[in-house]
């Protein structure tokens, strides 16, 4: 059986003018060369794609380029600064300096303490040794001031040697190669600033668009809201004369599937006029009272397109086991706003979880939209206008 050692002389490195840059394959844009350099905690990270830098040569060539530029303006940790970090372990709050503590137990039944303040010693080459300094013999505080001596004279003598420094990517780059690098990437930013203006504009047209059709939609409601219904103009409302001087009015309403139908007579009320308001009076209180037209007819069934059964409730990239895919939950439509929908993960609920939250949403929306106060009905709406306006006398013509 091999030893770990053996192992480990097998394994390929890249090699120190090559380091951190890593050959890749990406699903759809195809090879690519990534950096990933590490400085002081920051990562830098950035992909060269041979389709756009025209080949592999001079993408893995300013892939290099870059991590040098990189590597001169953010310089290795030294060594002495990454000893002198104190860890979250260090109990005495002096990097590399820790008090050990001992005993032992003789056959006797004898014990005797050993304690003694201890100094790591790192050394240029990235070895460690180490010293210590018994309390017994050079007593507690002489014992650790010698432990911090030893310590400070170590560190002195690492001068500018720098952290792990078998790990570093070596630069080859020259001054032309960073030339390039600049001038390349300032195309590709520049192009990229240009696509993201493009897309800007683009997201501008179509709100601005979409704002146009809302707004061309509420100016062809008000006109709707304009015209008369029906003959008489008042909604709700229809005038029958069985004679030039006799005649009588009718109030014709419909709310949660009951009819609501009253007549009223012009020689019963004392005239035309008096038969009239107490028409409009008793239209008012009904409709008020059993909130005619909340809701349009058609949101109790399902359209006849519907695939899932349920009113208002949809799939979207639904696989035939199940499986994938979204139930989508979508609100009432008003006149003037934006749909709204809700979405739920069939890969994160599961089907039947999915689609019963999915029922769940659009029984929420139907809520919500029940309690609004304006109906979405065109008569009603012409109504709840009138109404809102104080003018309980006159129609809409």
């Known amino acids: 059986m091999e030893k770990s050692s053996q192992r480990k002389q097998k394994r390929t490195r890249h090699k120190s003018t090559e380091r951190g840059v890593y050959l890749l394959i990406h699903a759809t844009l195809g090879r690519y060369f990534s950096v990933h350099v590490t400085r002081n905690g920051t990562c830098f990270q950035k992909s060269f794609f041979e389709s756009l830098y025209g080949g592999a040569e001079n993408a893995k060539k300013l892939a290099i380029t870059w991590r040098d530029q990189i590597i001169a303006e953010n310089p290795p940790i ?35 303490h050993h304690d003694r303040w201890k100094a790591i010693l790192p050394g240029v080459d990235g070895k460690q040794g180490s ?59 520049a192009h990229r600033e240009r696509l993201l203006k493009m897309r800007a504009e683009r997201n501008h047209a179509r709100a601005s668009a979409a704002i146009a059709r809302r707004e061309l939609k509420l100016k062809e409601d008000e006109k709707r809201l304009a015209r008369p219904t029906n003959k008489s103009g008042l909604p709700y409302i229809s005038r029958t004369d069985k004679s030039q001087t006799v ?12 009819k609501y139908r009253k007549t009223f007579s012009d020689s019963t009320h004392g005239g035309k006029d008096a038969a009239l308001k107490a028409a409009i ?13 909340t809701l349009p007819s058609h949101l109790a069934d399902p359209r006849p397109n519907n695939t899932s059964g349920a009113t208002g409730v949809y799939f979207i990239d639904l696989n035939d086991d199940r499986t ?7 609100a ?11 979405r739920f993960s069939i890969g994160k609920y599961g089907f039947a979880k999915a689609f019963e939250k ?40």
Not at 160 to 189: H, N, W, Y
Not at 332 to 342: D, F, Q, R, V, Y
Not at 366 to 374: L, R
């Open 247 to 258: 005649g009588y009015w009718r109030v014709s309403m419909d709310a949660n599937g009951i």
């Open 332 to 342: 009432p439509m008003e006149i003037g706003k934006p749909s709204k929908t809700k």
């Open 324 to 330: 994938h895919g979204h139930c989508v939950a979508r």
């Open 281 to 293: 009076a008793w239209r008012d209180l009904t409709f008020i009272r059993y909130k005619c037209d």
């Open 131 to 189: 010293k210590t300094f018994s309390v017994t013999r050079f007593g507690e505080e002489k014992a650790k001031e010698m432990a911090i001596q030893s310590r400070q004279e170590a560190l002195a003598k690492l001068a500018d040697a720098v952290f792990r420094p078998q790990e570093q990517p070596e630069p080859v780059s020259t001054i032309v190669d960073l030339d390039e690098i600049r001038a390349k990437l300032g195309e590709r930013a």
């Open 78 to 112: 030294k060594l002495a600064e990454f000893c002198a970090i104190v860890r979250s372990t260090n109990k005495t709050g002096i990097a590399g300096v820790s008090r050990l503590s001992r005993q032992h137990v003789a056959r006797n039944g004898k014990i005797t």
């Open 358 to 397: 999915a029922v769940q949403a659009r029984a929420e929306f139907e809520a919500a939209a029940a309690n609004k106060s304006a109906p979405t009905h065109l008569v009603a709406r012409k109504l709840l206008k009138q109404l809102k306006a104080g003018r309980h006398d006159e129609g809409y013509i």
